[in-house]
C-alpha cells in the first residue's frame, strides 16, 4: 500500500510542479487551460504564475509592433495571443458575457504586461465590440485564423483557406501608351502623417511609458525629460503651432505647387482614449487648415489607419451598426473633400463604398486614391471578410484597365506601403500582380505610415524593376525623427518622377529657441544625393546593385531614412545591418531575402 501511495505522491508532484525552463516549455493548450481555470475559479494556480513568469513581454516592447518582435518574444506573443482567444471563444459560445469577458481581458493583458492597465482597459474597451461582433458572426472562426492574420509567422502561420483568393486581371496583353517628348515639368507637394495632438503640452513629460507622451494630465513630470516646443523625439505627436509653422512654410517657400498629395494620418497615437467625435474634430481641423493655406491648389487626401475610431478598423459598409460600423468615416470625409472641391462629386460612391476614389485633373493623366489600411493586419476586420475588402482591388484592376484603354498614365497613392511587413500576404500578392500587369501606365505611387524617408521597387517574375513608390516621411517627430514633406519634380508628358527635394528641420535645434520659427532647410535632391541621371525603375535597380557594396551610399541612405535624427542614428548598425534598410526597398513575388542576397 505505502508503495501505490509513493508512487502516487511522485506522479502528483510531476504532472503540478512542473518545471518552465523556455518559453517553447508552454503549449497553447497547457495555457489556454491556465486561462479558462483562472477565469471560471477566480484564482492563479502555481502553473499559471508559472506560465506568466515566462511569457510576460517585456516592458522595453510594450509599444512596438508586434511583428517586429524577434524570435522569443515573437513565440511569446503568439502562444499568449492563441490561448486567450482560444479560451474566450469557448467561454463566449458557453454564454459568457462581454461585460465578464472584458474585465478578464483586462487582467490578463495586465499580468502579460503587454501595456499598463490604463491603456489595457482603454483599447480592451473600445475594441471589444468588433471584436465580440466578429466573433458571434463567424462560429466557425478560430484562434488559429485569428492570430494567423495578426502575425503571419512560422510560430502562427495562417492557413485557413478563406484568405487564398485571387483578383480577375484578365488575358489582355499591355497596350503601348503614346508619349510626347516634353521638356515641361510640374511639382506635386506630398504631406504625409501629420499626427496632430490636441493634447500636446510643452514642458509635459516626455517619458511617461505610454504608447504616446508629451500630453496634458499624464504622470507627473520629469524636469530630465521635458517636452519640447515644435514637439519632440520621443513617442510625441505634433503640437498645433508645429503643424501651422509647416504648413505656412510649404506655402511661403514653394509657389508653383500644383498638386498636394496628402497621403493620411491626422488622427494622434492615443490610441487607447479615441473618439468618434474627437476624430471628426481633429479631421476637421487639420482639412480646413490646409484648404485655408493651399487655396484653390487641388488636394488628394487618403485615409490613414488613425483615422477611425477604434484605429485600424475599417469595417464593410454593410456592417451598419453604429458602434462598430466605419461608414460615418466615409461619409465625414466624404463631405469635407467634396465640399472644398478637392474632389469632384461623382467620386462620393466610391468613397461610401469604402474610402477610395479616381480623379483625372488632366486629359492623359489619373490619380488613383486607395485605401490600403483594410490590409493592414491590425483591421480585425480582416477576419470577417478576408476576400479582396470592399472589393477594392478588383475596382483597382477595372479603373486600369479603363485608364489604359483611355491612354492615361496613372499616379497611384495609399497610406500603408504594400510591402509593409503588417500587411496581409494575399492582398500583397494580389496587389503586386496588378502593378505587374499595368507598370507600363502606373508612373509613380506615393505611401506614407512609416514615418521614415525610404522608398519601394517592385519587381516582376522576371526580377526586372518596373515601378517605384516613394514614402513622404512624415510631419510628426513620432518617434525619434525630424519632421519633412517632400516636393516632386513630374514630367509634363509621362508623369515620371524626375527628380524630388526633401525638406526638413532639425528637431533638437529648433526646441533650443521657441521664440523663433523652426529653420526649415532642404536637406537633399535624390539625384545629386545618389548620383544618378534619372528615377526610372531600372536606374534604382542599377543603384541598388552599387550602393549595397557602396558604404558611401549605404551610408547615406541610412542616415536619410532617418531623417538626420541623432536620436535614431546614434543606434549601434554595421554595414550588414545596414544593407537591410537596402532591402526592403525590394518588392517582389519570392522571398525578400533571396532576392536581396542575389544582389
Not at 502562427?156 to 499591355?174: A, M, T, V, Y
Not at 501629420?194 to 516626455?206: M, V
Not at 460600423?325 to 461610401?352: F, H, K, M, Q
Not at 535645434?509 to 535632391?525: F, I
Request: some cysteine; aromatic content about 12%.
Amino acid at each position: 500500500m505505502w508503495l501505490k501511495k509513493l508512487i502516487f505522491l511522485i506522479f502528483f508532484v510531476t504532472v503540478n510542479c512542473t518545471v518552465i525552463q523556455h518559453v517553447k516549455d508552454i503549449t497553447v493548450s497547457s495555457l489556454a487551460n491556465e486561462i479558462e481555470l483562472w477565469t471560471k475559479r477566480n484564482y492563479e494556480t502555481e502553473l499559471f504564475k508559472e506560465m506568466i513568469k515566462y511569457l510576460k513581454i517585456p516592458t522595453e516592447l510594450q509599444n512596438s509592433d508586434w511583428r517586429t518582435f524577434t524570435k522569443g518574444a515573437d513565440n511569446a506573443i503568439c502562444t499568449i495571443c492563441q490561448a486567450t482567444v482560444k479560451t474566450f471563444i469557448k467561454l463566449r459560445k458557453q454564454g459568457m458575457s462581454d461585460e465578464s469577458i472584458k474585465n478578464k481581458v483586462i487582467k490578463l493583458c495586465v499580468l502579460m504586461n503587454i501595456q499598463k492597465e490604463k491603456i489595457c482597459k482603454g483599447v480592451i474597451e473600445l475594441n471589444l465590440p468588433t471584436v465580440m461582433y466578429i466573433i458571434d458572426s463567424k462560429p466557425n472562426l478560430t484562434a488559429n485564423t485569428i492570430c494567423g492574420v495578426v502575425f503571419e509567422t512560422k510560430s502562427c502561420p495562417l492557413k485557413d483557406p478563406e484568405f487564398e483568393w485571387s483578383i480577375n486581371i484578365g488575358n489582355s496583353s499591355k497596350t503601348v501608351i503614346n508619349e510626347k517628348k516634353t521638356n515641361k515639368e510640374f511639382k506635386v507637394l506630398q504631406i504625409t502623417d501629420i499626427h496632430y495632438d490636441p493634447l500636446y503640452e510643452p514642458r509635459g513629460n516626455s517619458h511617461c511609458g505610454e504608447p504616446v507622451c508629451c500630453r496634458k494630465g499624464q504622470n507627473k513630470t520629469n524636469i530630465n525629460a521635458l517636452a519640447g516646443f515644435w514637439g519632440d523625439y520621443e513617442s510625441c505627436d505634433t503640437p498645433w503651432h508645429a503643424i501651422i509653422d509647416a504648413l505656412t512654410h510649404i506655402k511661403q517657400t514653394h509657389l508653383g505647387i500644383n498638386y498636394v498629395y496628402f497621403t493620411g494620418d491626422v488622427i494622434d497615437h492615443g490610441v487607447w482614449e479615441t473618439s468618434k467625435e474627437g476624430n471628426i474634430r481633429s479631421l476637421e481641423q487639420i482639412y480646413n487648415k490646409i484648404y485655408e493655406i493651399f487655396g484653390k491648389v487641388p488636394v488628394f487626401p487618403v485615409l490613414g489607419n488613425h483615422e477611425p475610431h477604434p484605429l485600424n478598423l475599417f469595417s464593410p459598409t454593410n456592417i451598419t451598426l453604429n458602434n462598430v460600423s466605419t461608414n460615418w468615416l466615409y461619409e465625414s470625409v466624404a463631405d469635407l473633400w467634396i465640399s472644398y472641391g478637392w474632389l469632384p462629386e461623382y467620386t462620393r460612391s466610391t468613397l461610401l463604398q469604402g474610402g477610395y476614389y479616381t480623379v483625372t485633373p488632366k486629359k492623359g493623366f489619373r490619380i488613383i486614391a486607395l485605401n490600403s489600411n483594410v490590409c493592414y493586419c491590425y483591421n480585425w476586420w480582416l477576419w470577417y471578410t478576408p476576400r479582396d475588402p470592399d472589393n477594392q482591388l478588383q475596382w483597382l484592376t477595372n479603373t486600369l484597365l479603363t485608364a489604359e484603354k483611355n491612354q492615361e498614365f496613372v499616379h497611384i497613392l495609399s497610406h500603408v506601403p504594400v510591402n509593409s511587413n503588417s500587411c496581409l500576404k494575399t492582398w500583397k500578392r494580389e496587389y503586386l500582380k496588378i502593378i505587374n500587369r499595368f507598370s507600363h501606365l502606373i508612373r509613380a505611387e506615393f505611401n506614407g505610415h512609416t514615418h521614415n524617408d525610404e522608398m519601394t521597387i517592385f519587381y516582376n517574375s522576371n526580377h526586372e524593376a518596373e515601378n517605384i513608390a516613394w514614402n513622404g516621411g512624415s510631419i510628426t517627430s513620432y518617434s525619434k525623427l525630424n519632421p519633412n514633406y517632400k516636393v516632386y519634380n513630374v514630367n509634363g508628358s509621362s508623369y515620371a518622377v524626375t527628380d524630388y527635394e526633401n525638406w526638413m528641420y532639425d528637431l533638437h535645434s529648433a526646441n533650443k529657441n521657441v521664440n523663433k520659427r523652426p529653420k526649415w532647410y532642404k536637406s537633399y535632391s535624390f539625384k545629386m544625393e545618389y548620383g544618378l541621371s534619372d528615377l526610372s525603375a531600372k536606374s534604382l535597380h542599377n543603384w541598388i546593385y552599387t550602393a549595397i557594396n557602396n558604404e558611401t551610399l549605404l551610408n547615406k541612405y541610412y542616415i536619410n531614412f532617418y531623417k538626420r535624427a541623432e536620436a535614431s542614428l546614434e543606434r549601434n548598425c554595421n554595414l550588414s545591418c545596414k544593407k537591410q534598410y537596402l532591402c526592403r526597398t525590394i518588392m517582389t513575388h519570392e522571398n525578400l531575402n533571396q532576392l536581396c542576397n542575389n544582389i
